[in-house]
């Protein structure tokens, strides 16, 4: 029997809030109803403030999971609207998979009690159960970050349900503030795969808003102008995180501004619009080195996360990994800003019927968890 859940996901490009309401089955997803909210630039920029340190971060804190919240809840109510057209109520939705936003991501800290990190997602999702008056699941990757794994990413089993395909390898690339790919197999013996690439589009965004005043480069627009400067491109591909073996899991932690900016400061000032093109370079480079070190014999990379709106990006992706054909989630049944949040909706589901969420084999985790807390009504 199919049952209606709403997905609620904000990510690491900090651009804002992407809904769905969905049904789920055992023949899979249909999806009922979409909606989106974008930050404020203030907003936004609280929230990239609170990825480092400052003074009264705590107090910061509390009142961003405030709004945070009050965001969630006015995308509830656009779906809820949505929804009523079709004679479906709050009544009928059985909880909402909300993920917050993501502020710190330290998944493996060597602390007195162990190698036990954190992940951080900002949100007050007792205040979003009561704005909404619908059961919320949140904190969806502390029990597996508790299970020593990455607690990242949480997506490859949701990309499974939807994308795999019996016979051929399949790989999804998400490009987010932070890029990960799910290798998907081409049987249900074999493991799938799941790990963070590197930098998505947060790197690109923030030199874009900085030299342009836009909150991104539309379609690579900018980027396509420019050429890429091999001597940066080599600088910024010498960094540890991109030899490492996963599990692995990254953030605005690593990949951040100051990162950004250390590596400049080993080269004469540069053009900024080559800095763009070199910079979704190395979002295509290291995407396409994981994809043929991990899923060589895949031939289809579905390419979901606002990303996929790059089309100069998309295009460098082509160009480096020929043997495959890459393509758009809209490609393939979800919009590319519906795919995260659809798989927060299919998380909830996973958390009330008492069903693990996570994948071993991609966070490191001891074993399957059911994820998340549930704030009832």
């Known amino acids: 029997m199919a049952d209606c859940f709403i997905g609620l996901m904000s990510g690491t490009s900090l651009d804002g809030v992407d809904g769905v309401a969905a049904k789920f089955s055992e023949s899979g997803a249909r999806l009922l109803a979409s909606a989106s909210l974008?930050?404020?630039?203030?907003?936004?920029?609280?929230?990239?403030?609170?990825?480092?340190?400052?003074?009264?971060?705590?107090?910061?804190?509390?009142?961003?999971?405030?709004?945070?919240?009050?965001?969630?809840?006015?995308?509830?109510?656009?779906?809820?609207?949505?929804?009523?057209?079709?004679?479906?109520?709050?009544?009928?939705?059985?909880?909402?998979?909300?993920?917050?936003?993501?502020?710190?991501?330290?998944?493996?800290?060597?602390?007195?009690?162990?190698?036990?990190?954190?992940?951080?997602?900002l949100l007050n999702a007792a205040l979003l159960a009561e704005r909404t008056g619908i059961d919320v699941v949140a904190d969806l990757r502390s029990r597996d970050i508790a299970a020593g794994g990455q607690g990242a990413p949480l997506v490859p089993a949701f990309h499974q349900q939807v994308f795999g395909r019996p016979g051929a390898v399949v790989t999804v690339l998400n490009l987010g503030?932070?890029?990960?790919?799910?290798?998907l197999p081409d049987n249900s013996t074999s493991p799938v795969i799941g790990f963070d690439c590197g930098p998505g589009n947060a790197l690109l965004d923030a030199w874009c808003q900085r030299h342009t005043g836009a909150a991104f480069d539309s379609a690579g627009q900018w980027a396509a102008g420019g050429r890429c400067l091999p001597e940066l491109l080599d600088l910024l591909c010498d960094e540890p995180f991109f030899a490492l073996a996963p599990p692995k899991s990254t953030g605005r932690d690593l990949f951040n501004a100051d990162w950004l900016q250390r590596k400049l400061a080993c080269l004469p000032a540069l053009n900024p619009q080559d800095v763009q093109t070199t910079l979704t370079e190395l979002t295509a480079s290291t995407c396409a080195q994981s994809i043929k070190r991990h899923a060589s014999n895949s031939h289809l990379v579905i390419v979901c996360g606002g990303g996929a709106y790059n089309r100069f990006l998309l295009h460098r992706l082509q160009a480096l990994l020929p043997a495959s054909s890459v393509e758009s989630s809209d490609q393939h049944g979800l919009a590319p800003l519906q795919v995260e949040a659809s798989a927060f909706a299919w998380l909830a589901r996973q958390a009330v019927n008492r069903q693990p969420g996570n994948l071993p084999s991609v966070t490191g985790a001891a074993g399957a968890r059911i994820l998340g807390a549930c704030y009832a009504n």
């Open 38 to 121: 974008a930050f404020a630039p203030d907003f936004r920029a609280q929230l990239l403030a609170l990825n480092t340190p400052g003074y009264n971060e705590l107090h910061r804190a509390a009142l961003v999971g405030n709004a945070v919240a009050c965001a969630y809840a006015e995308v509830v109510q656009a779906l809820l609207e949505q929804l009523a057209v079709q004679g479906l109520s709050a009544r009928d939705v059985r909880a909402i998979g909300a993920h917050g936003q993501t502020v710190r991501h330290q998944p493996r800290l060597t602390t007195a009690e162990g190698n036990v990190g954190y992940s951080i997602q």
């Open 177 to 183: 503030g932070i890029a990960n790919l799910s290798v």
